[in-house]
């Protein structure tokens, strides 16, 4: 089955950290020149990437992340990662993984983070 599942969203105060998991299914992970990526939604607003790698780990961040969030990928378990540090309310959103550039069908359920005291 084709898909990516995220988790790890949650609640924390400013400045904490949350690290999101999005397991990939192998029929998506073995495409040639695969590059995944991190989205997310806030509410009103567009859905924006803010990470994206490839499987051999070269990375970009959109500046308002930039130094704060970290993506990685473990290739032994088709699993992409976000590591978010020094969280901030308007980090609040919806975030989603998919390949770059997004496929329709791919969209997932996301995983929801709150960034609040």
């Known amino acids: 089955q084709v898909q990516l599942v995220e988790s790890g969203g949650g609640l924390v105060q400013p400045g904490g950290s949350l690290r999101l998991s999005c397991a990939v299914s192998r029929s998506i992970y073995s495409i040639n020149s695969l590059m995944l990526g991190w989205y997310r939604q806030a509410p009103g607003k567009q859905r924006e990437l803010v990470a994206r790698?490839?499987?051999?780990?070269?990375?970009n961040y959109a500046e308002s992340v930039q130094g704060r969030f970290t993506i990685s990928v473990d290739n032994g378990k088709n699993t992409v990662y976000l590591q978010m540090n020094s969280l901030k309310p308007e980090d609040t959103a919806d975030y989603y993984c998919n390949v770059v550039p997004p496929h329709a069908r791919y969209w997932g359920q996301g995983t929801q983070v709150t960034v609040s005291s």
């Open positions: 790698i490839t499987r051999s780990g070269t990375t």
